[in-house]
């Protein structure tokens, strides 16, 4: 089993660096990825930028979760990924914006208020399949060859 895609968004305001975090985002996601900038403004007014990449197949997906690091993933693993599935198969993470650009990865936990990027991945699973044992199973799987 793998991952059908992955999609890494944040939302950028005026005053930060557009391009360091879209270089961040890209190096997260894989440099084959696509990138989207849409430019807007937010619900109050001010310029915003929406900055999303995304990949799709099993192998580019796969790479782009486990840019996570072995402590990423095997932290998903602790915390459990039920809460983290919906019902479309997605999984969903959220990492530092902070710690991105500085090239570290690190999930935060919910109610954190710093600025995060929103991660979302497709899981590939069928009928008669446990979408939370598939996920466990593919976690695994990356930290034993992280």
């Not at 991952?3 to 005026?14: E, F, I, N, Y």
């Amino acid at each position: 089993m793998g991952l059908h895609s992955a999609r890494w968004r944040v939302h950028c305001s005026a005053v930060d660096d557009v391009s360091l975090i879209e270089q961040s985002l890209r190096w997260l996601t894989g440099q084959a990825c696509e990138v989207n900038l849409e430019k807007g403004k937010s619900w109050h007014g001010s310029e915003q930028t929406i900055i999303e990449t995304s990949v799709s197949g099993r192998k580019a997906s796969s790479h782009a979760l486990s840019r996570l690091g072995k402590e990423g993933l095997q932290q998903l693993l602790d915390e459990g990924v039920s809460s983290r599935l919906d019902a479309d198969k997605v999984l969903h993470i959220r990492i530092s914006l902070a710690e991105l650009v500085c090239g570290e990865v690190s999930l935060v936990r919910e109610g954190n208020v710093e600025p995060t990027v929103k991660g979302r991945f497709k899981v590939e699973s069928y009928p008669g399949q446990e979408i939370e044992t598939v996920t466990i199973e593919l976690i695994h799987e990356l930290i034993v060859n992280a």
